[in-house]
């Protein structure tokens, strides 16, 4: 996680009414709605849906918590609008590349 400029935003899952295989979907959704599936987020440092609950029932395990930035990253995290978003679209795209190593399209 950055040091400064924390971005946060939401992750919206959804199952298509044309999916070729809509029951496999529903199966994913399961998984990743189950607290293995919610345990896999934290691991990549994302508080999900059920993230104060499951911590509340000793379901995340210490070591995944003991990896979290500190609580003010997330406490000063910048939600951008869909508008900023957009604006930002293209050095985003243009500039993955060299600064992460990963290829966008």
């Known amino acids: 996680m950055p040091s400064k400029g924390t971005l946060a935003g939401v992750y919206v899952q959804a199952i298509s009414a044309y999916a070729p295989h809509p029951n496999a979907a529903k199966l994913w959704m399961e998984h990743i709605f189950s607290d293995e599936g919610q345990n896999g987020y934290v691991k990549g440092y994302c508080h999900t849906a059920r993230f104060n609950p499951m911590v509340a029932a000793g379901k995340v395990p210490q ?43």
Do not use: C, H, M, S
């Not at 679209?89 to 190593?101: N, S, Y």
């Open 63 to 105: 070591e995944l918590l003991d990896a979290l930035p500190p609580a003010e990253r997330y406490e000063n995290a910048i939600f951008p609008t869909i508008d900023e978003q957009g604006a930002n679209k293209e050095a985003v795209t243009t500039g993955w590349d060299a600064v992460v190593g990963a290829n966008v399209e």
